[in-house]
């Protein structure tokens, strides 16, 4: 076999098997599909396409219809930690493969919308329920039990399906609502999900049979088997914990008003639509960019470098969103989106081990999301109070900061 072929987790290049290889390429083709056509892409990356054909349809305020995105991170800290105990309990593909056909049922009820607010916002509570498996996780430990010698790189590719999403989906997504209706652009994305993610997961996703969860007693080679309790009580852990609450509380935030923001600046709803699309695409070439440099330089600094460019993007955005400098604000936001979780992965698979990936990954995305609750109306609240998106967005940059300086804090490794 060429040296080129990745080598698997627990085995040496040279005895990697060219079934085990495709299996390999094959896993990460679905993660990065099923990442794609997800719910971190449907409910959170896209979100901001959805507000203003609501407004205009049932006649909800802006604030009323971003609450639906608080909703979605507070039940994201509750599904998370659930989803992490199950992959490591069970496998990542039994719960996604059973997640795919609830979401799809989810979306598809979308249609019956109506003008009662109540009713959006009880699906916005219950559609990350029943995505509870397809929640970024399991697919970054599916991949993540295929690769050791070029984990950056294959948790970079799947990860880059949410930047791809965020990529394609607003101009497809406009345009099924211009053509037809806000619902059946919700219905739309419930098809894709039962035609397209749900067969390929449950031909192609697969955890490297090394790495399966096994009720036996005895631990599977390789695997570092701290217990969860001992675990979250590490320096390492804490510190990560804190940076990502910090990330959760900006990028969410960003990400949901970053279309109404421009539109108060002057942008047309297509213009906007096209700058989210240029963050998508830098959210895409973060993740791929990210993953290629992690297996070379330190995750930590890797990710203080990108967040002082995402509190560089705050500074444009809170001077007026404006000429060419919007996109370039929008790629320095998305490399933020698109370093993130890469290096979360990465460093919980080198620190921490793969026998608690789900739950560590579960538990600081819960935090995350906590973050995200706190900060997802703090621009709309700036806006209202005192006229302007610049105060919120100042706090936004100097969270970006803090996080930033919180990875270069000096950790031993477990």
């Known amino acids: 076999m060429s040296e080129n072929i990745p080598s698997v987790a627990g085995q040496p290049p040279a005895t990697v098997s060219d079934s085990a290889s495709h299996s390999a390429i094959g896993a990460t083709l679905a993660s990065t599909i099923g990442l794609v056509f997800g719910p971190s892409t449907f409910l959170l990356f896209v979100f901001g396409v959805f507000v203003e054909p609501l407004s205009k349809t049932f006649g909800w305020s802006k604030p009323s219809i971003l609450f639906a995105a608080t909703i979605v991170s507070l039940m994201i800290m509750v599904v998370s930690p659930i989803q992490g105990y199950l992959i490591d309990r069970y496998g990542a593909r039994p719960i996604v493969l059973s997640s795919c ?73 406009t345009y099924i609502i211009l053509n037809g209706s806000v619902q059946w652009a919700y219905v739309s994305l419930g098809i894709i999900v039962l035609l397209i993610v749900l067969p390929l997961n449950f031909m192609l996703l697969f955890e490297a049979p090394q790495a399966r969860p096994s009720r036996s007693a005895n631990p599977v080679a390789g695997q570092q088997h701290r217990s969860f309790g001992d675990l979250v009580k ?84 809170a001077f007026g969103p404006t000429g060419g400098v919007v996109y370039l604000a929008a790629l320095l936001i998305g490399m933020v989106y698109g370093a993130e979780f890469d290096v979360l992965s990465y460093i919980i698979k080198r620190s921490f081990g793969l026998a ?43 969270a970006l900061i803090i996080s930033g300086l919180l990875f270069l804090v000096p950790v031993r490794q477990n």
């Open 101 to 173: 056909l609830a979401f799809a049922v989810g979306l598809g009820g979308m249609y019956f919308l109506s003008n009662n607010i109540s009713g959006f916002y009880l699906m916005y509570g219950l559609l990350p329920l029943l995505a509870v498996g397809l929640w970024p996780v399991s697919y970054l430990r599916v991949v993540s039990t295929w690769f050791e010698r070029r984990l950056g790189l294959a948790i970079g590719i799947a990860n880059g399906g949410i930047g791809l999403g965020a990529a394609l989906l607003p101009p497809i997504i």
């Open 234 to 317: 590490s320096r390492s852990f804490i510190l990560l914990t804190v940076s990502f609450f910090l990330l959760g509380f900006v990028n969410t935030g960003l990400v949901t008003n970053q279309i109404s923001l421009l539109i108060d600046g002057g942008a047309t709803p297509q213009q906007a639509a096209l700058v989210q699309s240029v963050f998508g695409l830098a959210v895409l070439i973060g993740r791929f960019l990210t993953g290629v440099l992690l297996d070379y330089v330190l995750a930590r600094r890797l990710m203080s470098i990108v967040c002082v460019g995402g509190a560089v993007a705050c500074g444009f955005y």
């Open 356 to 398: 608690s990936f789900g739950r560590v990954y579960g538990t600081i995305f819960a935090v995350f999301q906590l973050g995200a609750a706190l900060g997802a109306t703090l621009l709309p609240l700036s806006r209202a109070h005192f006229e302007s998106y610049g105060p919120g967005l100042a706090v936004y940059g100097g």
